[in-house]
């Protein structure tokens, strides 16, 4: 008889524990979905998956450069020495930009952004200001980041 009682018992609080469990999950699954996906319905799918992945500051700036960037342009992005992922990504910057051609300088950067239809991403000190200021006007998304565009 006790170990009916004991069972049943810890059956309970199993019980118990995972309906708070429960009520939980709900609740942040709520909040999350009233945060991030309502307000981001209207968006499109490659804004949305990079707000999901990187957040909104990277949504806002992917989004500047889609609007900015002619589709059938070249868009020289940062080679990824002293960078931060995701902008010095040549794959994962080619799916954010589509169908825009990608391209990163190793040795030849300024070959590269002296041609004249290449648009340049900024981040930070990239690209090298003496290198650009001739050939590219800039276009501010933020202190730290824009776009150099053809003049």
Known sequence: MIKR???IL???ILLALLAYQSV???QYLNNRFK???LPNRNLGAVIRS???SYGSELA???SFLRNSIPE???VLIPSGQGTSAPLNDQYLMQYFLFPRQIKTCQSDCAALIEEPGIYVIVQGDFPPAGLVFPFKQRK???EDLGLYIPK
């Open 5 to 7: 009682i004991t069972g």
């Open 10 to 12: 810890i059956a309970l």
């Open 24 to 26: 939980e999950a709900a």
């Open 35 to 37: 945060n991030k996906l």
């Open 50 to 52: 990079a707000d999901a």
């Open 60 to 62: 806002g700036f992917i």
């Open 72 to 74: 059938q342009e070249i």
């Open 140 to 142: 501010n998304f933020t």
